[in-house]
């Protein structure tokens, strides 16, 4: 099957050093696959969108060399496919509507004394899988379901394993550490979890590069390719950019725009978070090195 790899950005401010990590990291398992590279632009959380970002950030790829085969996709643009997979799943009972709100759940949590860690989402305990008793629904659930043969209720596991091409084995109780995941959120705007496994599957995406931060993501996406008769991807989660502070670079915590004076520079920082120790004084140059050097680094299964 021909390599088909995707960077998909949130327009929410331009690229930082860590997100250029991981737009690099896809654009060159693509071509040292010999494959292509698409980009779509996940706008969906209008209200976190930031005007002019996505332009920005195509720009910034543009200036790194880093060019899509083909158009730009819009998540904006694809409410139709989302709707389609949803009622689906609303059809075969795979999905349910949810009148919790994160104080509800929050509430349970501590009822039940589950402790998270301080930037993990609380466990959703079920209480709308047998109907909403009276209350305006909110939003609507993925429902895990034992008679699927990959899931399980109430205190049952709901295990995957998958295997990540830099992690190695992975495994997950989806039940334990997540619950009934999102699809339509309580504003009505698309969940990511559904998007992105309806967007990956539509384009034909092969393999899906991205940062280590979104590992966590990967099970719960699995359940839902699976629960839509999708394929699942191969995956290749990098290393993360931090901070002074031992944080993750991310635009939530004001991380700063890419210094691009030196395109060149900036790749450079970028490809020793890789691990990559690529020659060239230019831009093309360094890019097929790079290409190179990541071909011996990660050959393709």
Not at 134 to 143: D, K
Not at 144 to 151: F, R
């Amino acid at each position: 099957m021909a390599y088909v790899g995707r960077f998909a950005p949130s327009p929410t401010g331009p690229l930082h050093d860590g997100s250029l990590v991981a737009a690099l990291a896809s654009w060159l398992d693509a071509r040292a696959s010999a494959g292509t590279w698409q980009v779509r632009i996940e706008d969906l959380d209008v209200p976190r969108n930031v005007p002019g970002a996505a332009t920005t950030i195509l720009e910034q790829l543009a200036r790194c060399g880093l060019h899509p085969d083909g158009a730009v996709a819009w998540q904006s643009e694809r409410s139709d496919r989302y709707a389609s997979a949803l009622a689906r799943l609303l059809a075969g009972g795979r999905a349910y509507p949810c009148a919790c709100s994160r104080r509800d759940i929050a509430t349970a949590a501590t009822a039940g004394a589950i402790e998270r860690g301080r930037d993990e989402a609380q466990v959703y305990p079920g209480t709308c899988r047998n109907g909403l008793h009276g209350r305006p629904a909110r939003s609507i659930r993925f429902r895990l379901d034992p008679q699927s043969g990959d899931t399980a209720a109430d205190d049952r596991p709901v295990v995957v394993e998958w295997v990540d091409r830099r992690l190695g084995p992975q495994r997950e109780d989806v039940a334990r550490d997540v619950g009934d995941v999102v699809l339509r959120r309580a504003d009505g705007v698309w969940a990511y979890q559904l998007a992105v496994v309806v967007d990956d599957a539509a384009d034909g995406i092969t393999d899906v590069v991205r940062g280590e931060d979104l590992a966590s993501n990967t099970a719960r996406q699995i359940l839902l390719q699976r629960a839509l008769d999708l394929p699942t991807p191969r995956y290749l989660h990098v290393a993360l950019v931090v901070g002074a502070d031992g944080e993750k670079l991310s635009k939530q915590n004001g991380a700063a725009a890419v210094d691009l004076a030196s395109p060149l520079a900036a790749l450079r920082r970028a490809g020793l978070t890789l691990g990559l120790a690529a020659g060239g004084t230019q831009v093309a140059d360094w890019l097929a090195a790079a290409t190179a050097e990541w071909r011996l680094r990660w050959p393709r299964p």
